[in-house]
């Protein structure tokens, strides 16, 4: 009859902790991850340069990652942490770099 106690106790217990901390896991943080196509001037000289790349952003934490060329347009991967309005800034920031002449977000 002590062994049922004790299971019984512990059951409750746990069934207590699972109660508080809502019964859900927490979300993983949100991520920026988008596929990008870069028109860029044709006064660029080397546009997989990585020094070329990251002078595109100007928030920390953000990376470009090549992925083709077709003439002029790059296509990129870009990422990092934050929703995706912290995204969306990342992006609106690198419009307005004189290099890039648009950008499309596939």
Same mark, same amino acid.
């Given at each position: 009859?002590?062994?049922? #106690?004790?299971?019984?106790?512990?059951?409750? &217990?746990?069934?207590?902790? /699972?109660?508080?901390? =809502?019964? &859900?896991?927490?979300? !993983?943080?949100? #991520?920026?991850?988008? %596929? *990008?196509?870069?028109?860029?001037? !044709?006064?660029?000289?080397? +546009? #997989?340069? *990585? &020094?070329?790349?990251?002078?595109?952003?100007? /928030? +920390? $934490? %953000?990376?470009?990652?090549?992925?083709?060329?077709?003439?002029? &347009?790059?296509?990129?991967?870009?990422? $990092?942490?934050?929703?995706?309005?912290?995204?969306?800034?990342?992006?609106?920031?690198?419009?307005?770099? =004189? #290099?890039?002449?648009?950008?499309?977000?596939?």
């Amino acid at each position: 009859m002590l062994m049922n #106690r004790r299971g019984c106790l512990w059951s409750t &217990a746990l069934l207590a902790m /699972v109660s508080a901390s =809502g019964g &859900a896991a927490a979300a !993983p943080p949100e #991520r920026c991850d988008k %596929y *990008l196509t870069l028109e860029l001037t !044709p006064d660029v000289p080397n +546009p #997989r340069d *990585l &020094a070329f790349l990251s002078s595109l952003l100007t /928030v +920390p $934490g %953000y990376q470009l990652v090549w992925r083709q060329q077709n003439g002029t &347009a790059i296509e990129v991967e870009l990422t $990092g942490p934050g929703p995706e309005d912290q995204c969306g800034a990342v992006i609106a920031a690198m419009r307005k770099d =004189g #290099r890039v002449q648009s950008i499309h977000i596939k």
